[in-house]
RNA sequence: GGCCGGUUCGUCUAUCGGUUAGGACAGCCCCCUUUCACGGGGCAAAGACGGGUUCGAUUCCCGUACCGGCUACCA
């Protein structure tokens, strides 16, 4: 069998971090390369717009890290194609230029920037193309003299598209694709700088990485007619890898693709990890400190384009990769629903156990000054508190008040129905408990309940101001739990504290 | 404008010609819970439109509409 090697390649978005639809091709390129025991190659440009994205590789490796999706072959873990950065590569890509030149499929072109403004003020819609390339500056139709002359200035090379072929190729997900040859404009190959475009690079490298299989978004359907011309043209065409063009993934209120703008408009995140853009500074907040679990993540990217055929939502990246199949990829893009989102971090975080999130809600409470020492009082919380948490962020509020004491308790909600019975009350119940040998949940609800009764009170008055006694406010698990959990000394001492200021 | 792609509940989706069109999120109601949640049960909610093909179309074909993408010396 033919070894397989499936590569993402992408550049980081214009302001550097990485978002949704980009972890997404990212996903399903390991599933697939996984799943097919091939090689996952991460390919980035490290230029966006000519300009070097300061961090944006290192923060791209770790985003994948975080998610668990590390490839065999990328910029830092390197491998056997080095160089993998495009600034590196330079002279390689020149290369292949001139060989096109060289074979008539592509022309040196000499138009300014300038020039070409003025054109496309002058003719709408004007198209670099086989209908206007002969009025135009370029090498077509010049001498050899003339053109070595022309090539001492700053000077393109675009790709001469033929005229009226049918360009088809099959697609993984959308089938065969098909295109005319007029509709395709000649596009610049190698900047004036020296860099290449994506389209020369794309193939370039993808042939001489050995690369067998291609996902990327549809966003770049149109632009597979020009790459399939460079395989043909370069000779390589036996070699071409097999495309796949991923949904979009769409902005959840109107129309159009999701972007960092409708995160901040909407209050949701839409990069994986924190992202500050180095030329601002300005931070973006990703999924994971959003308080995201990196299962559930890639969980509800996966199932957004994808699904099993089954009801089932949960799924792990083991059990992804074994159900994965690019078949069942969607066609259509789909609009991302946060609050769906959230539901899967919550169903993650209700399935995972106590020690798989410890090291997790430690961090949220060091956050809030809380450093936890007690592993084994950390794992009981956990496994009350987890199901009322759909963000590990969660964790703060619902567990604090195990490890430290409420900063405010909320007397208004006690005061208005407390009286001199209940006073006795607690003050009795600190007596009772204090002489408690059995500590356990069940022990410290029936001497509650009995001392209760015996002062002809209903337990229920009794349990909300007992409950905010413990924890500051109506919310939290059972009362009993959290006595239990949080011992004798500090029950008492809790209590003690708001009878005093009650008084 | 041109080209390419897409179209099932508000949203994500199941359905490989025959189903009371199923599930999940969100919404609403009930139960559980002497807090807040979780959870359990229920309700409401969909095949864009028009033509074909067929005994039968959500499903296949064509057209229309709508949505999206691309149309840079950006990716």
């Given at each position: 069998?033919?070894?397989?090697k499936?590569?993402?390649?992408f550049?980081?978005?214009?302001?550097?971090g990485?978002?949704?639809?980009?972890?997404?091709?990212?996903?399903?390129?390991?599933?697939?390369?996984?799943q097919?025991?091939?090689?996952?190659?991460?390919?980035?440009?490290?230029?966006?717009?000519?300009?070097?994205?300061e961090?944006?590789e290192?923060?791209?490796?770790?985003?994948?890290?975080?998610?668990?999706?590390?490839?065999d072959?990328?910029p830092?873990?390197?491998?056997?194609?080095?160089?993998?950065?495009?600034?590196?590569?330079?002279?390689?890509?020149?290369?292949?230029?001139?060989?096109l030149?060289?074979?008539?499929?592509?022309?040196?072109a000499?138009?300014?920037?300038?020039?070409?403004?003025?054109?496309?003020?002058?003719?709408?819609?004007?198209?670099?193309?086989q209908?206007?390339?002969?009025?135009?500056?370029n090498?077509?139709?010049?001498?050899?003299?003339?053109?070595?002359?022309k090539?001492?200035?700053?000077?393109?090379?675009?790709?001469?598209?033929?005229?009226?072929?049918?360009?088809?190729?099959?697609?993984?997900?959308?089938?065969e694709?098909?295109?005319?040859?007029?509709q395709?404009?000649?596009?610049?190959?190698?900047?004036?700088?020296?860099m290449?475009?994506?389209?020369?690079a794309?193939v370039?490298?993808?042939?001489?990485?050995?690369?067998s299989?291609?996902?990327?978004?549809?966003?770049?359907?149109?632009?597979?007619?020009?790459?399939?011309l460079?395989w043909?043209?370069?000779?390589w065409?036996?070699e071409?890898?097999?495309?796949?063009?991923?949904?979009l993934?769409?902005?959840?209120?109107?129309?159009?693709?999701?972007s960092?703008?409708?995160?901040?408009?909407?209050g949701?995140?839409?990069?994986?990890?924190?992202?500050?853009?180095?030329?601002?500074?300005?931070?973006?907040?990703?999924?994971?400190?959003?308080?995201?679990?990196?299962?559930?993540?890639?969980?509800?990217?996966?199932?957004?384009?994808?699904?099993?055929?089954?009801?089932?939502?949960?799924?792990s990246?083991?059990?992804?990769?074994?159900?994965?199949?690019?078949?069942?990829?969607?066609?259509?893009g789909?609009?991302?629903?946060?609050?769906?989102?959230?539901?899967?971090?919550?169903?993650?975080?209700?399935?995972?156990?106590?020690?798989?999130?410890?090291?997790?809600?430690?961090k949220e409470?060091?956050k809030?000054?809380v450093?936890v020492?007690?592993?084994?009082?950390?794992?009981?919380?956990i496994?009350?508190?987890?199901?009322?948490?759909?963000?590990?962020?969660?964790?703060?509020?619902?567990a604090?008040?195990?490890?430290?004491?409420?900063?405010?308790?909320?007397?208004?909600?006690?005061?208005?129905?407390?009286?001199?019975?209940?006073?006795?009350?607690?003050?009795?119940?600190?007596?009772?408990?204090?002489?408690?040998?059995?500590?356990?949940?069940?022990?410290?609800?029936?001497?509650?309940?009995?001392?209760?009764?015996?002062?002809?009170?209903?337990?229920?008055e009794?349990?909300?101001?007992?409950?905010?006694m413990?924890v500051?406010?109506?919310?939290?698990?059972?009362v009993?739990?959290?006595?239990?959990?949080?011992g004798?000394?500090?029950?008492?001492?809790?209590?003690?504290?708001?009878?005093?200021?009650?008084?």
């Amino acid at each position: 069998m033919m070894s397989k090697k499936i590569r993402v390649r992408f550049a980081p978005s214009p302001t550097g971090g990485l978002h949704l639809g980009g972890v997404r091709t990212v996903l399903f390129n390991y599933l697939f390369a996984k799943q097919n025991g091939g090689d996952f190659i991460l390919r980035i440009e490290d230029t966006d717009q000519g300009r070097f994205v300061e961090g944006a590789e290192d923060y791209i490796q770790r985003t994948l890290e975080w998610c668990g999706l590390t490839p065999d072959e990328s910029p830092l873990h390197g491998g056997p194609y080095a160089p993998y950065r495009q600034s590196e590569r330079k002279s390689i890509y020149r290369q292949y230029a001139v060989q096109l030149v060289d074979a008539g499929y592509a022309y040196y072109a000499f138009d300014t920037p300038e020039e070409l403004e003025a054109k496309r003020k002058e003719v709408a819609n004007f198209q670099y193309n086989q209908f206007t390339r002969g009025e135009m500056n370029n090498s077509m139709g010049k001498s050899p003299a003339a053109i070595q002359e022309k090539l001492k200035l700053p000077h393109v090379v675009r790709i001469k598209v033929p005229k009226d072929e049918t360009i088809v190729f099959t697609d993984m997900i959308r089938g065969e694709v098909s295109f005319n040859s007029s509709q395709v404009d000649d596009k610049v190959l190698l900047k004036a700088d020296g860099m290449p475009t994506y389209h020369l690079a794309v193939v370039v490298d993808d042939y001489l990485m050995k690369i067998s299989h291609a996902f990327r978004g549809e966003e770049w359907l149109p632009s597979a007619p020009v790459h399939i011309l460079l395989w043909k043209y370069l000779g390589w065409e036996a070699e071409m890898p097999q495309w796949a063009h991923l949904p979009l993934i769409l902005k959840p209120d109107g129309n159009g693709k999701l972007s960092k703008r409708d995160g901040d408009r909407l209050g949701f995140p839409v990069f994986a990890m924190d992202w500050t853009d180095p030329a601002t500074k300005e931070t973006t907040t990703g999924f994971k400190e959003k308080g995201f679990l990196p299962e559930a993540f890639v969980n509800l990217l996966a199932m957004l384009g994808w699904n099993d055929g089954s009801d089932n939502e949960i799924f792990s990246l083991t059990e992804l990769t074994e159900k994965f199949s690019i078949e069942r990829v969607h066609k259509g893009g789909a609009k991302f629903d946060y609050e769906k989102a959230k539901w899967y971090n919550h169903e993650w975080i209700k399935k995972l156990g106590g020690e798989q999130l410890s090291a997790a809600v430690k961090k949220e409470l060091t956050k809030q000054g809380v450093l936890v020492t007690n592993d084994l009082l950390l794992s009981k919380v956990i496994a009350l508190v987890k199901d009322r948490c759909t963000l590990l962020t969660d964790f703060t509020e619902q567990a604090v008040f195990f490890f430290k004491s409420p900063e405010s308790i909320d007397i208004a909600a006690i005061q208005p129905k407390w009286d001199e019975k209940k006073n006795m009350f607690f003050t009795e119940l600190i007596r009772a408990y204090e002489l408690s040998v059995l500590w356990e949940v069940q022990d410290l609800e029936k001497e509650f309940k009995e001392l209760a009764s015996a002062n002809q009170l209903k337990p229920g008055e009794l349990m909300l101001p007992f409950r905010i006694m413990l924890v500051g406010g109506k919310f939290g698990p059972g009362v009993f739990d959290i006595a239990a959990a949080i011992g004798k000394e500090e029950t008492v001492k809790r209590i003690h504290h708001t009878l005093g200021l009650l008084q």
